[in-house]
């Protein structure tokens, strides 16, 4: 069983176009979290969302909008693609939003390529 | 903001024990440090994580300084699977959550 899945797993699509990308987690977990990973490879938290509710927003354009139907989904959603975008997002899921001990667990990744 | 420090790249040769350091000279009491690491193509995923004492788990030991501003991940016998890039971090506060902020990390490669 897949405990962090993400579809589309590959993406391609022009500038200026909205695309969503799907998480869901089957770990019963309360929060979970979107990272961009760059071409230089560094990973950055952009949200978390814990039982439904937004907790981080880092400093994403507007453009970016994650949606959480239900505690076990997080879809993020972007429009007006821009050639910047073009990177791999990765969802993960914790059991708590505060735990210093708490582990993330991370899906398999999205690379997203904006022609 | 507490960050880390770490090696670009390591060599290991297979079966040979591989000691991967990382330095948090402005680590606070109570922030733990959490190891993970990003095999080739996937997500990144978890390894050990600890606050004062040594740790060991089924895939690393985790030496940690009596200052705490340094620590060392362990890999005992270090094997192909292994080669990836390993990530120190610090659990930052951040409003009402604590969040993973990564760095650079350690490209380990392990020679056969």
Redesign the interface.
């Known amino acids: 069983d897949t405990a962090v899945s993400q579809t589309p797993k590959y993406l391609v699509t022009q500038m200026g176009n909205d695309k969503s990308i799907k998480c869901e987690q089957n770990l019963g977990h309360d929060t979970m979290y979107w990272y961009k990973q760059d071409s230089k490879k560094f990973l950055k938290i952009m949200f978390s969302y814990n039982n439904k509710e937004l907790i981080i927003n880092e400093t994403v354009p507007n453009r970016f909008s994650p949606k959480s139907p239900d505690k076990a989904h997080l879809n993020l959603h972007i429009n007006s693609l821009e050639l910047g975008d073009s990177a791999v997002y990765f969802c993960a899921s914790s059991p708590h939003p505060a735990s210093s001990t708490d582990t993330q667990y991370f899906g398999p990744g999205t690379r997203l390529t904006v022609l | 903001d507490a960050k880390t420090t770490q090696p670009n790249s390591m060599e290991s040769n297979e079966e040979e024990p591989v000691h991967l350091p990382c330095n948090h000279s402005t680590i606070s009491g ?3 440090i959490h190891w ?1 690491r ?1 095999l080739p ?6 390894v050990i ?1 600890g606050l004062t004492s040594n740790v060991n788990n089924r895939m690393a030991s985790l030496a940690i300084a009596e200052d705490r501003k340094s620590s060392t991940l362990i890999l005992h016998r270090a094997t192909l699977r292994d080669a990836a ?1 390993y ?1 120190c971090i610090l ?1 930052l ?10 760095g ?2 350690t490209q380990l490669t392990v020679l056969p």
């Open positions: 109570t922030d733990y993970y990003q193509s996937q997500g990144p995923e978890y994580h890039v990530y659990s506060f951040s409003g009402s959550a604590r969040q993973l902020t990564f650079s990390g």
